[in-house]
Nanobody
């Protein structure tokens, strides 16, 4: 069983930064792509970013491109989401998820089989 635990959320002013972490259990973390999604109140969950197993390729939603950076440390079984220039519309619960070994549709939830419980990010104006 794979467990994903997010941390690093909190309250920040617009223009500020946060770094989210997602720690994964299991010895095969480095074999899988990872992704970040978010869900704001009253809205559907949406794709934020994804990274291939090697970290060599990253994908971003247009809304966060240039502001957010996804990275991973396979030795630490952890994936990160560095969020800069935060806006009130970034307020959401952020989830990490495990993707397949070969990521075909990084923005599609069906690509991901394990999900964390989420960490809340609130950006005040």
């Amino acid at each position: 069983q794979v467990q994903l635990v997010e941390s690093g959320g909190g309250l920040v002013q617009a223009g500020g930064s946060l770094r989210l972490s997602c720690a994964a259990s299991g010895r095969t973390f480095s074999s899988y792509a990872m992704g970040w999604f978010r869900q704001a109140p009253g809205k559907e969950r949406e794709f934020v970013a994804a990274i291939t197993w090697s970290g060599g390729t990253t994908y971003y939603a247009d809304s966060v491109k240039g502001r957010f950076t996804i990275s991973r440390d396979n030795a630490e079984n952890t994936v990160y989401l560095q969020m800069n220039s935060l806006k009130p519309e970034d307020t959401a619960n952020y989830y990490c998820a495990r993707g397949p070994a070969r990521l075909r549709s990084p923005s599609r939830e069906y690509e991901y089989d394990y999900w964390g419980q989420g960490t809340q990010v609130t950006v005040s104006s």
